[in-house]
Structures are given as structure tokens and as C-alpha cells.
């Protein structure tokens, strides 16, 4: 892989990145060894802090939540995830719906 596919890679991979940060938006990291899912809290040339929330268990009666905060180097990332769009079920239903009427009917 030449330098410039990396630097290229890198560049998008930040941009998306620093886009979450700023929208606070959660997003999925995939490493060589591991996968990640949290939001960008910290955002630098070479690294990443991804803060991880997990909600109480139900049988609990402490309604606290864990906080974890991983810290990723950026050119470990293989690949990442995040929103685009958010649809509602209703949407979601209705788009299903015009895509049925607009197909071609079988004979």
C-alpha cells in the first residue's frame, strides 16, 4: 500500500471522525483485534478517545452507568461505521411501500 492511499484513507477516516465529534454522534471502530462502538470525545493526528456509556442492568437496583473511555491509535482503525440518517419506523414503512408500488408487477 503506497503512502499516498494511506495518507488519503487517514484524511477520510479523520474527517468522519472529527464529523462525529462535533455532532457527538456514536460511532463503530473495527481494529485488527477488536471492535469498539462509543463517541468521540478526543480527537487528535494520531489517536482517538472513544467514550463508552453502558446502561445499568435491569435486575439491578443501582441506576448508574459505566463509563469507559478507550483511547485507539487512528492507524489501527481498519474500518468505522457511523450514522447517516436516522428513519423513523413510519418512514422507514412508507419507503418500503413506494418502493412495492413503483416495482414492476410479475404476470
Known sequence: MGKKYKDKKSNLLCQRLQEALERGSKVWVE?????????????????????????????DDDDTYERTTWLLRISSISAIAYHTEYW???KFDRLIETDAIGSPQDD
Open 31 to 59: 481494529t485488527e483485534d477488536r471492535s469498539f462502538s462509543g463517541i468521540p470525545i478526543n480527537l487528535t493526528d494520531q489517536f482517538v478517545e472513544l467514550l463508552v456509556l453502558i446502561s445499568p442492568y435491569e435486575e
Open 88 to 90: 423513523s419506523k413510519d
